[in-house]
Structure formats: C-alpha cells, structure tokens
C-alpha cells in the first residue's frame, strides 16, 4: 500500500497529523480516489463499509477549503444522524491542521433556527442529511450557490430510504462547474441512474466490495425461542461488546429491557430517542459503560467503533443490503469478528441469501448455561459542558487527577460534544467525582454532573 506522503499535494502539517492519527499507509479505496478527487475529478466508488471512505474524500475536502472565505464550498449529504456526526468528527481531526475551518452538520432532531443562526455565521463543510438539507432550502436558510463539490456519502442508503427525488433537487440548487462524488457499499441499478443524472465523465471506482473472507466468522442458528438462544449464545461467546439488531424500535426496547432485567450492562438505539439521547447511547457503548447496544438498522451506518466483537441479528434484515451493512460493524479495519443471524423454522425461504454464505451453529454444543453477565466496570460521568464552553480533555483529566486525586487507571475515555462532556470512570470512583464536582471546579467554572443510566 501506497503511503499519504507518497501525494505531493498533501502539505507537511497535514501529513503530521495524519501520522498522530496513526494513519500512514493509504486503503485501497483512498489510494485510487485520493489523486483524482486533487485533481478535479468526478468520482463514483464502491467501498466496502470500514473500508476508509471518509478520509478518501474528507481529505481533499478538508485540503481544498479556502478558509479565507466564510461561504460553504463543500457540501456532504448522508442518510443519517449518526453518519453525520461521524464524518463531521473525521473531518474536525484532519482539520486540525487549518485554522478556523469551520463544519456544520444540519439534520432533524435539532431547532432548525439554531442551526439557520450557526449558516448564518457561516461555515466551509457543511454535512447533513436529505431531509434536513431540504427544510433549509424551502426557507430560505440554506445557500448552495458558493458550493464547489457535492459529496454523497452512503448514497445506496440514501436511495433505499427514498431520498432519490431530495437527492436530486438539493444538487439542482448547486451551480456548475461543480465536483460531484458518490460514495457507497454497494451498486443497486438506482446509483447508475443517479450517477448518470448528477456526474460527469466519473472515475468508476471498485475496490474492497465484499467482506475480506475469514475475517467476519458468519453462523447461523435456526431456533423456536430466540430470547432463550440469545442468552445462551452471549454465555457461550462472552464477548466483551455486542451489538444486537431488532426490525422495530419496540422490539428494541422491550429486547434492552429484558436484558436490563437480567443484570446485563445494555443500552438502546432507535429513532424515537432525541439526538442528544441517541449520541448518547454510541457514547456509552463505545467507553464501555454499556457493553451491549441493542439497535434498529438506524445503526447499520455510521457507526463506527472498531472494536465491536459480535454481532447478532435477532431478527433477521429484509434485505441482503441492510444484512451486509449490519455484519459490517464488526471485522473492521485490520480486527475479525463474528456475526450471528436466529431464525424460526417459518422464516428459512426469508434467510436464503444468509444461508448460503454461512455455516449453520449447533446450540446444543453451546450448553445450556447461562450465568454469564455482560456488566462493566465502568460508568459514564456527564457534564454540561462542552466544546462550546471552551472545555477540554486535559482540562478535565488535569481536575480529575490533581484536585479531586482520581488514578488515571481509573478514567477511561473522554468524549466532548458542542454542549456536554461524557467521562468513562471505574464504578469504584464515579460517585467520589459525582460528589466532588459540587464544589470543585474546573477551569475555574463549576459544571453540573451527572450519571448516565
């Protein structure tokens, strides 16, 4: 593989931080795309899912922009919440190297006169989703006019939620000449038709298009009590994170509840939480204070935690698309995984497409044991306080350790949004914090806390 430094244009700060985020060598997909999108060039890839997408454009995006201008020039659309925030978190690290570039993210669940107030400021990257993108546009929040490359992101995503028609008239309010990339995992017949309506001459790109084989260890287990062979399957795996997939939100809720009732460490994610609640729910799974994430497909995209060890449909997706998409959160970057599918006996026609690419599981080898907990030594410590606040990492961790004694073993990953801070801590410690943060402060300024349920 190709090395970052290997492209001239890159300049040398970039490639520092770069190398700080331990990205030296390039991916497949960031290899071929890279020099092209530098160059001009319309670009239409496929890419598996953890395959390095974002920075395969987010690079250049981030390079391009004249910060000088307080007018958006790139605009990235994404089917959800989650993605957007993943890709704004990407492209906020590659720009550490250029002050003042400034990235927006516009999606639901947010006041949209907040956000029309931040547009009005301006910014340089704007990333949001389809839906959103389009109430701007009907109120006259949202000018397109100075954008000079339009980025969709997921777009087979995008056209399975029915976003063809939003797609099509946000690119119409954008000028020519501009730059268009489509990125996606796979190639339905609608992104040829998409492709054909908004780029011109693309560099076809196809790299990394199926799961590396071996990497992701993929059984299936027919069952007539799923809930009795999940609990049996987690005592069997004891895997240290897991993320379970339900069809409906209600099935979600009542499968985390059910679980909660066990003594398992388990949160949900489904599209009736609010935004704050649902970063909060990827935040904690990815500390480890929730070593289980039970989700609708709304987590199929855009989540991006590296260390997922297995996966389990509990239900199984409607199509072979969502169920690639869903495995694919496991076995990423260089890790392997494994990936469990339950089926009833009505349901082997429906599972066709998984069979046939699987192994079939044998329970009763699994035992029948099922003393094992999934509970965490952590908990989630949060503060109302955040980037916008001017609060820091160091300035917590340097709080936590001199003035409130707490051992750095005992701090875990630390997360800071626009306007809260989310702490991992040993369970041992947290109420000690709790209770300390009443009276010290931090940066001379006192942040209410609390604990995350």
């Not at 071929?32 to 160059?39: G, Q, R, T, V």
Request: aromatic letters at 6%.
């Amino acid at each position: 593989m190709a090395h970052f430094n290997t492209i001239t244009q890159i300049p040398l700060s970039l490639l520092k931080i770069l190398d700080t985020l331990h990205f030296t060598q390039m991916t497949k997909i960031q290899e071929e795309s890279i020099p092209a999108i530098l160059d001009g060039r319309d670009v239409l890839a496929q890419s598996k899912t953890g395959s390095g997408k974002t920075v395969a454009f987010g690079l250049p995006a981030v390079m391009r922009t004249d910060v000088t201008s307080n007018r958006p020039q790139t605009l990235i659309i994404t089917p959800t919440r989650e993605l957007a925030e993943q890709v704004a978190s990407e492209l906020r690290k590659l720009a550490a190297y250029k002050a003042n570039l400034k990235i927006l993210t516009l999606y639901g669940g947010v006041p949209l006169r907040a956000q029309a107030d931040s547009l009005e400021k301006g910014a340089h990257i704007l990333i949001g989703t389809p839906g959103r993108l389009k109430d701007h546009l009907g109120k006259n929040t949202l000018e397109l006019n100075s954008i000079k490359c339009l980025i969709l992101d997921e777009a087979d995503k995008m056209l399975d939620m029915g976003f063809y028609d939003e797609i099509v008239d946000i690119a119409s309010n954008i000028p020519a000449p501009r730059q268009t990339l489509l990125f996606s995992a796979t190639f339905p017949s609608k992104i040829e038709d998409l492709s054909k309506k908004l780029l011109i001459d693309p560099l076809s790109i196809k790299v990394d298009t199926q799961q590396d084989a071996g990497k992701i260890d993929e059984i299936v287990y027919e069952t007539s009590d799923k809930f009795h062979t999940l609990i049996t399957l987690i005592n069997a795996f004891k895997p240290a994170s897991l993320l379970i997939f339900c069809n409906t939100k209600a099935d979600v809720v009542a499968l985390a509840d059910r679980l909660h009732g066990l003594g398992h460490s388990v949160i949900d994610l489904q599209g009736d939480l609010d935004q704050r609640a649902r970063n909060e729910a990827v935040i904690a799974f990815s500390n480890g204070s929730k070593r289980i994430l039970v989700a609708t497909d709304v987590a199929s995209r855009g989540l991006d935690i590296k260390e997922i060890e297995l996966v389990i449909n509990y239900d199984l997706p409607f199509d072979k698309e969502a169920y690639t998409h869903r495995i694919g959160r496991t076995g990423r970057a260089d890790a392997s995984g494994i990936a469990l599918s339950l089926y009833t006996s009505k349901e082997h026609s429906k599972c066709d497409y998984i069979t046939s690419r699987t192994r079939k599981g044998e329970l009763k080898k699994l035992g029948d044991n099922h003393a094992y907990k999934m509970v965490s030594e952590w908990d989630t410590l949060c503060l109302n306080g955040g980037k916008k606040s001017k609060l820091r990492k160091g300035d917590i961790l340097g709080t936590l350790c001199k003035e409130i004694g707490i051992h750095a073993d005992d701090i875990g990953r630390i997360d800071i949004t626009d306007n809260n801070a989310y702490i991992a801590l040993n369970h041992k410690v947290v109420k000690k914090v709790h209770n300390a943060l009443k009276s010290v402060k931090i940066k001379k300024r006192k942040y209410l806390s609390w604990i995350l349920n």
